[in-house]
């Protein structure tokens, strides 16, 4: 399975999608992944959104906190992130860094007019904010040595299951488009994979083999993504007595992920080849759609509970997957006429439905509010109820995908309670900020013994005054992936590569109150 941070299996993506439940199943999950959102003030205290009020962020995090503006206001986050990652793969470690910049928040909060005290219900406001909820940028590279094999034995096995002739699987290429029904055609085209002779004839066929079978190989991944999964939300909020806040939203998401993967191997003292790669190019879009409702309460002046409902986004998605084979040549008797051949690119409609989600929280007030508060979050994430269906296929292979996909949603992923906490401290107009998160592990067992859970660790500077805000957070953690660029039936004969990231987020808030 794959996701924005642990992919495993990528390279194989090529091919119908039906019957590839564990890959659809990796792509609900990378795409409903959220980690922290909102604005610097919410960044830097945890990502807490439950009990708090007065933040453009409350439109989408609980929007009964729209109920608690008395002005209207517009603000805008630019983020920024910084990824260190270190690869660790057949014995070699391999560092690279990357910084990407993106807008994480923007939003407009139009408060009505304060209506009479004589009336219950004392203040409404309207919120319109745009928030990248789940970013997908992502980059790292390793390299090895490996001794037991090379991807091209993929290709191998592919044919050898196949079971066709040298003459059909050239039936599988076309020569005018320069394109191959599926990898192992791509190859045999490049005759990195070659036919025994089945008779005294020139007809060929399995067992395959390949050339410099023996000769080690030094195998280089490099891979890079970009994307994001953000929302638009207009959110509504009342205030009923300055104690209860009611708010409902509807939130209108985006998705957009694209990526790159470069493998590469080098056969060190071949006599045929020099080098050969699979290059895949992946590109996804889709629009969706949700509502949330939410309440704050407040039982006294210093202590409010907070409560919200987040319904699955439900989603329409289209993918392109995109794959070449290169090889280049050492042997100048290799009749190789193409140094690059194509697979035939598949595309897929399907619909994405993502976890519900449902927050509870409480926020209290020190010295009345003018010391500062403390907030807690529990954040529930139904990870076992995303679904993937889709409708290219008969009614019965619809079924058939949707049940498979779901069996490994079921066997793979768990439901679990993010934990949230954070504090501010204010002195004049300063704000001091800090929060953690604590994110478990939705993996029911783990891949390669790695634990996925994360840490969050943020603070923040904030200044206020009556015309103008100004925010500042950071957050950072770490994390543990795992990325397997092949596999074979004897798992010893294939490694996975070990990625250790640290991520660090920096985000600005600046607002102006009118």
């Not at 109920?67 to 983020?79: A, Q, T």
């Not at 939003?107 to 990248?132: C, D, F, H, M, P």
């Not at 071949?270 to 949330?292: L, P």
């Not at 079921?410 to 949230?420: A, S």
Request: charged residues 15%; glycine residues 10%; aromatic residues 12%.
């Amino acid at each position: 399975m794959k996701n924005s941070i642990c992919i495993v299996g990528l390279l194989l993506y090529a091919g119908t999608a039906f019957g590839q439940a564990d890959i659809y199943a990796g792509d609900a999950f990378r795409y409903s992944e959220v980690n922290q959102t909102g604005t610097a003030r919410m960044r830097g205290l945890g990502g807490n959104h439950a009990s708090l009020g007065g933040d453009a962020s409350s439109t989408f995090g609980n929007p009964a906190g729209l109920g608690f503006y008395n002005r209207s206001e517009i603000s805008l986050s630019p983020s920024f992130n910084l990824l260190n990652s270190q690869a660790t793969y057949l014995g070699n470690l391999t560092t690279n860094n990357t910084t990407k910049g993106n807008i994480s928040q923007f939003g407009v909060v139009l408060a009505g007019n304060k209506q009479n005290e004589n009336r219950r219900w004392r203040r409404t406001a309207l919120g319109i904010t745009y928030s990248r909820h789940v970013n997908l940028n992502n980059s790292f590279q390793f390299q090895g040595r490996n001794n037991r094999s090379s991807i091209v034995d993929t290709y191998i096995v592919d044919a050898n299951n196949r079971n066709l002739t040298g003459d059909q699987i050239n039936n599988a290429y076309n020569q005018n488009t320069n394109e191959a029904d599926f990898p192992s055609a791509a190859a045999y085209q490049l005759f990195l994979i070659n036919g025994s002779p089945t008779s005294n004839t020139a007809v060929t066929g399995p067992p395959y083999f390949r050339y410099d079978a023996t000769a080690p190989t030094q195998q280089l991944n490099t891979f890079e993504s970009s994307g994001s999964n953000s929302q638009w939300t207009i959110g509504y909020a009342g205030n009923l007595d300055d104690k209860l806040y009611i708010g409902a939203s509807l939130g209108i998401s985006r998705l957009r992920y694209d990526f790159e993967n470069v493998y590469k191997e080098t056969v060190i003292g071949g006599a045929v080849f020099d080098n050969y790669s699979q290059i895949d190019n992946f590109s996804v879009t889709g629009t969706g759609i949700n509502a949330s409702l939410g309440i704050i309460y407040k039982p006294d002046r210093n202590l409010q509970v907070g409560a919200s409902l987040t319904t699955p986004t439900f989603t329409s998605v289209k993918e392109s997957f995109e794959q070449s084979l290169r090889a280049v040549a050492r042997d100048p008797n290799l009749p190789l006429e193409k140094g690059e051949v194509f697979v035939t690119p598949n595309n897929f409609d399907y619909s994405l439905t993502t976890p519900f989600r449902a927050s509870g929280g409480l926020t209290y007030f020190l010295g009345s509010g003018k010391i500062g508060f403390i907030t807690a979050t529990a954040d529930y994430v139904g990870y076992s109820g995303m679904r993937v269906t889709t409708n290219v296929y008969d009614a019965q292979d619809n079924t058939a995908f949707k049940n498979d996909v779901k069996r490994e949603i079921q066997g793979t992923y768990q439901n679990v309670v993010n934990l949230r906490a954070g504090a501010e401290i204010r002195a004049g107009l300063l704000r001091i900020r800090g929060g953690v998160a604590y994110l478990p592990d939705a993996y029911k067992e783990r891949l390669n013994n790695i634990d996925r859970s994360r840490l969050l660790l943020s603070g923040g500077l904030g200044f206020r005054t009556d015309r103008f805000f100004l925010d500042g957070s950071v957050t950072y953690n770490t994390f543990k992936s795992a990325y397997t660029p092949y596999t074979l039936p004897n798992t010893s004969d294939y490694a996975s590569a070990q990625i250790d990231s640290k991520l660090t987020n920096i985000t600005l808030t600046a607002g102006v109150f009118f």
